[in-house]
């Protein structure tokens, strides 16, 4: 399992789906999800603050706390048929399967770890600098430019309509 950041929300130029730019934390590959609209918002709102007013999403974690348990993460933990597979991970082991939309929209609101499975990286993962010649340091409306360049060629087919 590799840990990943969030890179980039954007939407799809042709399909005006919305999709997640995840990267690796150490290493040089990312991979693109395809999300579903309602959780792209949670994704777009970021990271919860107590100021916030709360989100569907936001019941989760006091309910987890609450019966004793922790929310430590969320994992895509296959890719079948063009389909993710996702998980919540509660008290370091137990794995709740999920929707990858609403696993990562959980865990971007909480700040929590993205891990995804190093087959999946290794089958359709690609070069960060594939998606942002001028690197993920270069001002954001080049590096927007250098991923809607990116995403002009590609479609949800390419990657099997992965976020769903």
Do not use: K, W
């Amino acid at each position: 399992m590799r840990e990943m950041r969030v890179l980039r929300l954007v939407v799809h130029t042709r399909t005006r789906e919305p999709v997640l730019l995840l990267g690796e934390i150490d290493g040089d590959r990312c991979l693109p999800v395809f999300l579903h609209r309602a959780p792209a918002e949670v994704i777009a709102a970021g990271r919860r603050n107590e100021s916030d007013p709360p989100l569907t999403q936001d019941v989760l974690l006091p309910v987890v706390t609450g019966l004793g348990h922790r929310l430590d993460g969320a994992e895509i933990t296959e890719l079948r048929d063009g389909r993710f597979s996702a998980a919540l991970v509660f008290d370091s082991s137990t794995r709740v399967p999920v929707r990858p939309s609403d696993a990562l929209a959980v865990a971007v609101r909480y700040g929590l770890p993205i891990g995804v499975a190093d087959e999946i990286l290794d089958d359709v993962g690609q070069p960060i600098t594939d998606l942002f010649p001028d690197g993920t340091d270069a001002p954001p409306d080049q590096q927007l430019r250098d991923f809607r360049e990116f995403l002009d060629d590609v479609s949800p087919d390419d990657f099997g309509s992965a976020g769903r």
